[in-house]
């Protein structure tokens, strides 16, 4: 485990500063999105603090990644795109080197008690307690495999594992980390955790994650029923239920690029 105690530090200009425990999976001189994403989900939430949102709450985030990052520092930006009483679409976009390397699109919407008809979850999973410790690090190198921990349930089996994961490390150094941000810096995870075939004989990298929620996560850890398919031309596609404690709250796509290596 990182010795380390966040992904990121603000720096004094605005910007964010990778620290180790971003090194990928896939390349250790690149950042994991992994905690990309969870940066993007962190700002824009202190962004919308600031901003009226008549009591909006994330309900779709979509992330499609538009090239590698390196250590050096990076920004985020955000915009409205569709602003609306009951309805708002906002884009955030990460750069570095001054190029968008990130863009999300997330759309939030309007609240209401709907509790009476509720229905139609999946059963919450068993607890992480009852999960057997993974290291993950047997299949991945790098600091943010590190960083993670990992319980499974079920599996892991090619294409097929149920599992929790949760990090003890804030996202930006010295400030407090919300469950929806977490939760967004984990679900990228899927697709590391129901590995189909040896990452040292295959690349299979998502080019895009998108994430739903019906209900708002609560709690640390996040937990992960997921299925990995590789179809005949070169393309995946990893699919995740998605859980914290309670229950199911969402589910998660990712789409594959599936190369020899």
């Known amino acids: 485990m990182t010795e380390q105690h966040a992904y990121f530090i603000r720096t004094e200009d605005g910007r964010f500063l990778p620290q180790r425990p971003c090194a990928g ?11 990309v994403n969870g940066l993007l989900l962190h700002e824009l939430q202190r962004w919308l603090a600031g901003r009226p949102s008549g009591g909006k709450l994330v309900t779709r985030i979509s992330y499609d990644y538009l090239g590698v990052l390196d250590f050096t520092a990076c920004e985020v930006t955000f915009e409205v795109l569709r602003p609306g009483r009951a309805i708002d679409l906002v884009e955030g976009v990460l750069s ?3 190029r968008p390397v990130l863009r999300a699109r997330v759309w939030l919407l309007s609240a209401h008690d709907t509790s009476e008809i509720e229905g139609g979850a999946r059963e919450p999973l068993p607890r992480p307690e009852d999960g057997r410790a993974f290291d993950l690090t047997r299949q991945w190198p790098g600091d943010y495999i590190q960083s993670i921990d990992v319980r499974v349930i079920e599996g892991p089996a090619p294409g097929r594992t149920t599992a929790w994961i949760t990090t003890p490390l804030a996202i930006v150094e010295g400030e407090p980390v919300s469950d929806l941000a ?5 679900a990228d995870t899927a697709n590391g955790i129901a590995v189909r075939q040896p990452p040292d004989a295959w690349q299979f990298p998502n080019v895009d994650l998108t994430i739903h929620v019906f209900r708002q996560p609560a709690g640390t850890w996040i937990g992960f029923d997921t299925r990995v398919i590789f179809g005949p031309t ?5 699919s995740t239920d998605l859980f914290d404690i ?16």
Do not use: C, D, K, Y
Request: hydrophobic share 40%; aromatic share 4%; net charge positive.
């Open 25 to 35: 999976a896939w390349n250790t001189a690149e950042l994991h999105i992994s905690p």
């Open 96 to 98: 570095q080197h001054g």
């Open 234 to 238: 070169g393309h995946g596609l990893t």
């Open 246 to 261: 309670h229950g199911q709250v969402g589910r998660a796509e990712q789409i594959l690029l599936v190369r020899r290596r």
């Open 182 to 186: 977490r939760f967004a810096l984990l």
